[in-house]
């Protein structure tokens, strides 16, 4: 019934090309890389690239000049050469709201033209996917009917049975019945959120915080209180137990292992500190976890909920370890589990059962500790050459986090150095940052930057941080 | 990397019998299905089997017999063989709230030892699974990195692209920028009602209405009014044109192509004369068509998209005709597009690329339209069958509808029935139905329930509405 297999993978292709020539990145003149090297990098066939650029070539976008190669054509009014073209007029950074910039770093991981120094997301070459998709394969072989499940909230009971064995291996004494699946770590906090908070309410929030949490908090007509947070021990619990003695807060998010975009590890005294202030407050924390694995020396500290299993609401997922795409979330409710699997249903019902049987599977035979152990060196490395790049290049006077784990890095720029400016001009040379306005409710930290060090450290790496280095000298 | 392959396909089945040991739908003594049986009734193989049913012999909880088979072992205190045993106490009608109903409606997807007659879904047989995992095995050969993509909100282009085409077929003028991908309809219908309600707003709904709308409305601290809806031609337009002369109302809720549980199709003229008030009034329409490819007839009315892009916020999946566990859906967002792909940005940020693409291949290879046609042949069938059943074994004054598409019946009992009761008493006997008050804010609906017919009609179907019939007249 497929009637034209790989199809859908060349016109994909196509897209992503025609993408770039609109937003110039491939400009008129330029020559597309072989076809063979496409189709060596974008791990594709030979000939899906072929169909790519006969579907280029026919809508008149491309052309092939022989022993040469495919180029792209000149049109009626060719680009200045010496910078990309972009679509739209150039935004003053006056005019950038936090949004626009946080649409613009989502939309950077959609477009695969851009170096992506904005995301938070690991390169694919890091990543066990290859097995995984295995997994997937021989599931959908064995399991024919797998498509049809609905496994509806709590979710898929070998997932959870799988996530809570880890679990009590990090120290906390989570059984399969205390979770509930979710699509990713994002719908983990709405729905903690959703179940916690009624609208209106305030969160008590890390300063900086990364930018999601901040959305969704503004997602549901909640607002966010900003607790200063250390970039080498995480949220000041002593300004926490101030602010909620100063008002109510009715609830606390906090990262506590390798926080982002800080890169901090609360100490376990202040973990332990931390949970008996909420206790006595009667306050949930819900924790995000999902850097929890990636300290970089493998001493994963235990996570608040191996503290309290009734306020502390534990969110995590495999996206930052395994499979960003796949979406496999979780959550460990505590007192709300019941209201967070009902949320649940009216969320999103459930969750795809195949992907999760995937990585419950992978989760399941022992490899997962492997590639951690592998994938923590190899981000180790890459924090530590980032950091050095960035340095050599950026101006004199800016600071650099240094992260015990993880892959962010958290820049100050010298005094007077403008981030949202600094954001606007690498997009305009195809780079993306992520603002520091970005880390806060009230748009503070206009001078920081977060660089995301999940990709392989390469020539184009190096030539990106140089230009971000002179275009924060000028701004 | 992968220890064990298919351990995990035996420990899910094996979970599913201890699951059905432990409700009692196996009970002891009861004699297991043969291997060879088993394996091709859940289409797994023979080996998995076996590594099952040797697991629950380790466990001591079923013995082989020679030459006989495998049986559940007797414990202790053997159960009263009359009836299968239940975890729990049995509940009296009185005391069970809908919520509890709806848990169990859920919980009977994920129990395959119950007979489905609750939830609309489709058997798998009916849906070409085969063939999208096909596709989902080839494009994770072709394409390795894909579970490393996140396709942020709106979501994958290709799928809305092959969305977008469909659409303008049934009439609406949708181009790939006008839809973000979703998590079924559920996360749309979630979405629809985040961006254009505030909490405490007033939801107008068909009554009865689909209980995950409900439940959707009270996730959201939302309020619901319910609009009288006919079998026939759906939700009455005058009504709802006075419920808005007296109140306000937020937005309003409506399934206007085989409306669940009705089944009822609006008329051409109601359909404009509904966008027509509710655009003079300002109010947003949110059109949930997840069973408009399901009119029997083929004749699919133009969608109420069609008749206004700004005030219809159209939701719809493909959960109903080619994969429920895939959890692929969309919404075509209207003038609320631009706070609807931020919503779902917090609200789970993206969907899994892999199942969209295999989702938008499938319908880029022109096989749906076939798919289609020969369900729309089956589900008419099924449903008459199914309503031939109810009318011979339901007691005298049972009512039943008689849609025109779609796969579920709304029966309404003689005076005096009640649904909460025949649900439990069903349960107890491991038939699940939904009871009427689930499909209503004001548990209206007492002496309703509706029979989905997703399965194929065969002898404990039959068995199973005989029984469903006989509790009906006690009662």
Redesign the interface.
């Known amino acids: ?9 060349y ?2 292709l196509a ?1 992503e090309l025609v993408h770039a020539i609109d937003r110039g990145s491939l400009r008129a003149g330029d020559r597309l890389p072989s076809v063979r090297r496409l189709a060596q990098e ?4 030979v000939s ?1 690239v072929l169909e790519a650029y006969l579907q280029l070539e026919n809508a008149g976008l491309i052309e092939v000049r022989p022993k040469s190669g495919h180029f792209v054509r000149r049109r009626a009014a060719p680009a200045p050469a010496s910078e990309p073209r972009v679509p739209r007029p150039v935004v003053k950074p006056s005019r950038v709201t936090v ?1 626009d910039a ?2 613009r770093v ?2 950077a ?2 477009d695969p033209s851009l170096v992506p120094l904005g ?1 938070a ?4 070459a890091y ?27 709590p979710g898929l ?2 997932l959870r049975r799988q996530i809570a064995r880890r679990a009590v291996e990090s120290g906390m004494t989570l059984a399969e019945d205390d979770l509930c699946t ?3 770590a ?2 983990g906090l ?1 729905l903690a959120l ?1 179940a916690v908070a ?3 309410d305030v969160i008590a929030v890390e300063s900086p915080a990364y930018f ?1 949490v901040l ?2 908090i ?4 909640l607002r966010a209180i900003e607790i200063p947070a250390n970039p080498r021990t995480g949220l000041d619990v002593s300004a926490f137990e101030e602010t909620i003695r100063q008002q109510r807060v009715a609830a606390v998010v906090v990262t506590p292992t390798i926080s982002n975009p800080l890169g901090a590890i609360m100490p376990d005294e202040e973990r332990e500190r931390l949970v008996r202030i909420a206790k006595r407050a009667d306050i949930p924390i819900i924790e995000d976890d999902v850097y929890g694995e990636l300290v970089f020396d493998g001493t994963r500290p235990r996570p608040l909920r191996a503290y309290d299993d009734e306020i502390v609401v534990h969110v995590s997922s495999v996206s930052k370890t ?6 496999v979330g979780w959550i460990a409710g505590g007192r709300w589990h019941d209201q967070i699997v ?2 649940k ?11 999760g ?1 995937a990585v ?3 989760l ?4 997962y500790d ?2 951690l152990r592998r994938l923590r060196g190899v981000l180790a490395g890459n924090v530590e050459r980032y950091r050095e790049g960035i340095l050599e290049e950026f101006p004199d006077g800016t600071r650099v986090s240094s992260p015990r784990g993880g892959f962010v890095l958290w820049v100050e720029l010298p005094p007077g150095g403008d981030a949202l400016a600094l954001h606007e001009a690498a997009l305009r040379r195809g780079i993306v940052v992520a603002p520091g306005p970005l880390f806060s409710a009230r748009q503070r930290f206009g001078n920081y930057i977060r660089i995301s060090a999940g990709t392989p450290w390469d020539e184009r790496i190096a030539a990106s941080i140089r230009t971000l280095g002179r275009l924060a000298a000028k701004e």
């Open positions: 019934m497929v009637a034209t297999p790989g199809g859908f993978l016109e994909h897209d974008r791990s594709v066939s899906t949004s946080y649409t989502l939309a991981m959609r995301c997301t690991v390169d694919a990543l066990p996917i290859a097995q995984i998709n295995r997994i997937i394969t021989q599931v959908t072989r064995e399991m024919v009917t797998v498509g049809a499940r609905y496994e509806a909230a009971l070998t979710t699509i990713g994002t719908e709405s959703l009624r609208p209106g999601g959305q969704t503004e997602g549901l007509n395994l499979a960003p795409g796949y979406r009902r949320k249903y009216s969320h999103s019902l459930a969750c795809p059962a195949l992907l049987m419950a599977e992978f399941a035979s022992g490899g492997r590639h």
